[in-house]
């Protein structure tokens, strides 16, 4: 962090601080480091009020699946905070990305297994990731109900593998498309 000092005024010296403050932090939880990035600047925040330029430098967060819809992506980001702290909680979580997905797609059925189907019926999910979909809604119940155990924590990756398929063939690939034609438009 540097010192500035501005002395135009003698009767009124200015001093300040700017630069970036680096935290290294250990969750109580999972036992994971996060490395923290504060931007300090004491003449225009003297209070650190504006966190809006800090930021989290590690782990890198991964990034949201391309074109997700403004419907789906609230329940994605909220998986994504629990996954390293409880395995469960992160199949629940994703299960209400399906939800989501289900909802978005207007599948019909008063059941997830029957919106999945709706949707594989209807052509949007293929054959493949159907069973993908249902592998994930089976984990989802698995971890929502206590008396059934505890998903292993290694367990996280294949969930968040299994639905992440899901959104990229929806959401994704079509997302792509349709900025490869553009930009072959403009060409």
């Known amino acids: 962090m540097m010192e500035y000092e501005d002395h135009q005024d003698p009767t009124f010296p200015i001093e300040w601080s700017a630069?970036?403050?680096?935290?290294?932090?250990?969750?109580?939880?999972?036992?994971?480091?996060?490395?923290?990035?504060?931007?300090v600047h004491t003449?225009?925040?003297?209070?650190?009020?504006?966190?809006?330029?800090?930021?989290?430098?590690?782990?890198?967060?991964?990034?949201?699946?391309?074109?997700?819809?403004?419907?789906?992506?609230?329940?994605?980001?909220?998986?994504?905070r629990v996954r390293k702290i409880d395995p469960n909680a992160f199949a629940v979580l994703l299960g209400r990305v399906l939800d989501a997905i289900c909802a978005e797609q207007q599948a019909q059925g008063d059941t997830l297994y029957k919106r999945i189907e709706n949707l594989a019926d209807q052509g949007k999910v293929p054959q493949p990731l159907k069973e993908v979909a249902h592998k994930s809604r089976n984990l989802r119940n698995f971890g929502a109900h206590g008396n059934l155990g505890d998903l292993d924590p290694k367990h996280a990756p294949l969930l968040e593998s299994l639905c992440r398929a899901l959104l990229m063939n929806l959401y994704t690939v079509p997302a792509l498309t349709r900025d490869a034609q553009k930009r072959l438009e403009k060409s």
């Open 43 to 80: 003449g225009t925040d003297p209070d650190y009020t504006d966190r809006s330029y800090d930021n989290i430098l590690y782990p890198c967060e991964g990034e949201s699946p391309m074109g997700l819809p403004a419907s789906i992506h609230p329940s994605w980001d909220a998986s994504m």
């Open 19 to 39: 630069g970036f403050v680096y935290q290294v932090l250990r969750c109580y939880s999972c036992n994971e480091v996060t490395v923290y990035q504060l931007a």
